[in-house]
């Protein structure tokens, strides 16, 4: 019988295609040494619009990963220790986060609809500074991962699945992923297991000249 989730996957990943103007138009351009910069008043609890349970500000925080160049930069000179973060999606990373899946995947993506499910994502954050997110449906497909290429192999990817397929403890998890992607190793330790392969499932998203990125993908599935 045909999975309910596998038959509307590509109508998901359509809903995150906003033709709207991006959040940055209306927004001040921020300096890099302000993107770094913690605010003075520290996060408080929220409440989700979607499920209404009551959100942390921080998900995670942790000062042990940290990227080849950055540990590079341990040795030359002694830095003054900051933690990652993991939160839940705010307002304040959209333009972040945004910029990053379209390098990342392709042009277009606008993630502002999980705002109304925060609790179904998850920010990784260097102070001001998103260096990854993951976000899920409250149906449990995985719509996008996603590591600045300078903080992978940093454990931030690992650690940001597992808090997702947590979020929904009793329910088999979904995604796709192209079939050249090596985030394939990460999804199997987890325990997703390809179902099905998909001819040009990514033609639509991914433009005519990226040709280093297959448009194939495998469905995979993490059963409970």
Known sequence: MEDERYKFAPIILDRYQKKRPPVADNRKKRSFSATLRYDEEPKKERTSPYTYRLLKPYIWRTFSSRPAKLRLMDEIYKLIEDPIDYCYLSYEHLEQINRLLRDTFWPGIDV????????????????????????????????????????????????????????????????????????????????????????????????????????HAFFMRMRR
């Open 112 to 215: 502002s609809e999980f705002l109304e499910y925060p609790d179904f994502t998850i920010v990784a954050l260097y102070k001001k500074m998103v260096l990854g997110c993951a976000f899920m449906t409250p149906q449990g497909y995985i719509t996008y991962v996603s590591v600045h290429p300078e903080w992978q192999s940093a454990g931030i990817a690992s650690f940001m699945l597992y808090h997702l397929v947590q979020t929904i403890p009793n329910a088999d998890i979904t995604l796709h992923v192209s079939t050249t992607n090596t985030a394939m190793i990460l999804y199997q330790k987890f325990g997703f297991k390809p179902e099905e392969f998909i001819i040009d499932f990514y033609h639509k998203y991914y433009p005519d000249e990226r040709t280093d990125i297959c448009k």
